[in-house]
DNA sequence: GTCTATAGCCAGATAGAC
DNA sequence: GTCTATCTGGCTATAGAC
């Protein structure tokens, strides 16, 4: 069955794709290397993705769309502030151990091509901060927790969890930890992140 | 003079060779377009830094030690605990506002190439947790902050300080603001940084 | 759909004149 | 020290057989 085969390939492509493209960026990305670890000939890659550019980007909106429900969680999810600060972050670290080149890749990749932006936000579900602007004003006026502007909390949150996964390289050295000390650090974020902005936050 | 014309346009390679590394990294970067920067041609790269390869380490090393002084001010200043946060922030703030691709450029390369902080450990001053960690456990043996872990502390400090450089072209998207606004939450972090910090931690 | 072979280009590096 | 010209290798992409 020809139909069968070909979505074999093409998803082998992929799986190989993103392996290289997170680990080297598109740049330092051979296709050989991509039609080595697919186990096919770089002609195939051409012949399903027609340039390194499309398979690129095949990849990246990929890999975003996994990236862009996570966000989500923070910035849509209906649950009490306190309880979403603990789930986004107790959720977000699990999901990066388990994919751990994606949101290095993705903020590394816009940060070389910054007009990539667009293209996400046209193309795809892309998150927004409004709701959880409200959400946090809500808290401010009711007393729940401190002054403090939804944008800088929201940045906090995400740099409090993401930092540590694209910064491990710099960390673990400045920690002076080898690689099983700092997954025990990271895997000890899942609560302790959560637990320093709710500290931070709360009256 | 030729030691001066020498010194000159070895100058002006490092300084050309920086903003493209620092833009596009190694994999990216091309020594064409550094020579063009530069308004030399390819050979005088060759004929000073013998290698792509050597003059890609040899502004890396010049972008740590650069960056290495700012992370030294958390670790082993003499200041109290939260002097040191506040003037931290503060100065690593105006730091990257200053050379705005440095550790993003840093971190990158540290990714694709983690044995390289091997070469830094040796080679360079690199800045030591020791300090740091007996004033945190200090402080909490004093009763003047909550339990937390020094290397937590740490992590904390530099996620919350650097990574909205690093992740600037996502962050603008999901806060939804242009440049010129992003820029002024930055400013603002100077000081707002330190307060998120001190008030996690402060008893 | 999949392969081998190769075109065609571009990048890093060097030779050699000045 | 600085230049032009060129070598050499590697990379993306395509042609064409099966």
Not at 149 to 157: K, R, S, W
Not at 186 to 192: A, F, I, S
Request: proline share 4%; glycine share 2%; charged share 25%.
């Amino acid at each position: 069955m020809d139909k069968i085969k070909t979505e074999n390939t093409e998803t082998e492509i992929l799986i190989a794709a993103k392996e290289i493209f997170h680990q080297k960026g598109m740049a330092g990305a051979r296709m050989q290397e991509i039609a080595d670890k697919a186990q096919i000939n770089k002609a195939l890659l051409h012949y399903y993705f027609r340039s390194k550019q499309l398979l690129f980007e095949a990849v990246f909106k990929s890999a975003f769309s996994l990236l862009a429900p996570q966000l989500q969680k923070v910035l849509n999810d209906d649950s009490d502030l306190f309880e979403k600060i603990k789930n986004f972050t107790e959720n977000y670290i699990s999901f990066v151990i388990k994919h751990p080149y994606i949101p290095n890749f993705v903020i590394q990749e816009l940060n070389t091509n910054p007009e990539f932006v667009n293209k996400l936000k046209s193309e795809t579900n892309f998150p927004s901060i409004d709701k959880f602007k409200l959400q946090v004003n809500d808290a401010i006026k009711l007393g729940v927790i401190r002054p403090i502007e939804a944008e800088q909390l929201f940045i906090n949150i995400i740099a409090l969890n993401i930092f540590p996964f694209i910064g491990e390289p710099l960390l673990m050295a400045l920690v002076n930890v080898d690689k099983e000390s700092y997954d025990r650090l990271l895997e000890n974020r899942k609560t302790e992140v959560s637990k320093f902005i709710i500290n931070s936050i709360k009256i």
